[in-house]
């Protein structure tokens, strides 16, 4: 963990900021010798095509082969959209 003046921080915001973001390295913000902060990455996060990239190896062997099929539309499925909340 990196120790930096608040001052410094301000100066180069944007720098420290891509430090933390992409490699992930914790700031300790020191005000007048004393430590008032830490700044810490966030989780790490995933697209949508990310997390579905891997899917397949959870699926046994045959799954894989009626996929498509399985996940288009019928042709019976209404065209139109309908209000849920119709009672």
């Known amino acids: 963990m ?4 608040a001052t410094d921080l301000s100066r180069n915001f944007r720098v420290m900021l891509n430090r933390v973001e992409f490699q992930h390295e ?13 700044l810490i990455p966030g989780p790490a996060t995933m697209t949508a095509a990310e997390a579905f ?3 397949y190896r959870t699926l046994p062997a045959d799954a894989g082969k009626t ?8 042709d019976n499925c209404d065209s139109e959209v309908r209000d849920p909340w119709v009672s």
């Open 2 to 5: 990196q120790t930096i003046t």
């Open 26 to 38: 914790e700031l300790l913000i020191v005000r007048n010798n004393f430590p008032v902060a830490r």
């Open 53 to 55: 990239g891997d899917l």
């Open 67 to 74: 996929w498509l099929t399985d996940s288009r539309l019928d």
